[in-house]
């Protein structure tokens, strides 16, 4: 046999593979961390979906018999996370609360991530004048605290989830921008992006066939865990009061600042609602994390 047939046998030896998605998803599916995680974000998006079938109450229905001490009592039989100091259901409020802090943290990426990736794609392949007009804009954006910007912004919009949502998501811009930006710098001057120029493709199909699904990873990584930090945000500007007007909202930040005045009588009102943030946000970052070892080839087999 000779050399070249040997070599022909070894290749078709090879297991084939279903390209860069049928790999991640693979590592993912392996990764423990990625399960805990996606096991964490599903029931909170169970919880917040289904939420008037699994709540024993509403989320705004009181009693106020059972604080006619003074002192909500903790959690019961009939109470599982206990009652607030108008007599609400806290468990009740927490799965109606996955609603609103879900939300938020999703549309509020999702804006960010849809005008990063516009201003990104832009600014790393056309280049010149444009890259460094874009570039230097979320520099000075990039200056200023994320906490403290959001804050600026919806204390111009007027306090509540919309403007929340909208808040985080410019936050996030920059962000993603220069993400993307360096990726698609790393991915122009490949050789398959070289050949398709030489062959005459438009430079939008280059852009939006070849360079960009190469270079989405890192941004879809960086996504995920913004979520999880998006939802800290939202609990964090709803505590500081610049969240919806009406303070019965079943929002978590907004229960937490409830409880602000009451952790040593009834502590359970800080600790439930927080203990949802911290599993929210957990299951948001062991995703990304889980995503970042899937699709990072310096990192395969670490997982």
């Known amino acids: 046999m000779s050399v070249a047939e040997l070599e022909a046998a070894e290749i078709q030896l090879e297991a084939s593979t279903g390209g860069l998605w049928s790999d991640a998803w693979y590592q993912v599916i392996r990764n423990p961390g990625a399960i805990l995680g996606a096991f964490f974000v599903l029931t909170f998006l169970v919880a917040a979906i289904f939420a008037p079938v699994i709540a024993p109450y509403g989320p705004k229905e009181g009693n106020l018999l059972l604080v006619a001490t003074g002192k909500p009592p903790g959690p019961s039989w009939h109470h599982l996370f ?155 500007l709803t505590f500081l009061g610049l969240g919806p007007p009406d303070p019965a909202t079943p929002e978590w930040g907004t229960m937490l600042t409830g409880a602000n005045d009451y952790l040593e009588l009834a502590p359970f009102l800080a600790i439930f609602p927080g203990v949802a943030i911290i599993i929210s946000v957990l299951g948001f970052n062991l995703i990304g994390d889980g995503l970042r070892e899937a699709l990072d080839p310096k990192m395969r087999g670490r997982a």
């Open 82 to 236: 206990g009652v607030d100091l108008l007599g609400r259901d806290v468990f009740s409020r927490i799965l109606y609360g996955a609603r609103d802090s879900l939300m938020v943290g999703i549309v509020s990426v999702s804006i960010g991530l849809s005008i990063g990736l516009v201003l990104g794609s832009i600014a790393g392949y056309i280049g010149g004048w444009i890259d460094s007009v874009i570039m230097r804009l979320m520099d000075i954006m990039l200056a200023i605290p994320g906490l403290l910007f959001a804050i600026g912004i919806v204390a111009m919009l007027q306090p509540g989830l919309y403007q929340i949502m909208i808040a985080i998501g410019v936050v996030n811009v920059p962000i993603f921008a220069r993400l993307l930006r360096g990726a698609i710098l790393a991915q122009r001057e490949n050789d398959f992006v070289l050949a398709a120029r030489a062959v005459g493709v438009k430079r939008r199909a280059i852009l939006f066939s070849h360079i960009m699904p190469n270079a989405i990873s890192p941004v879809i990584v960086a996504g995920t865990l913004a979520m999880g930090t998006a939802i800290i945000d939202v609990a964090g």
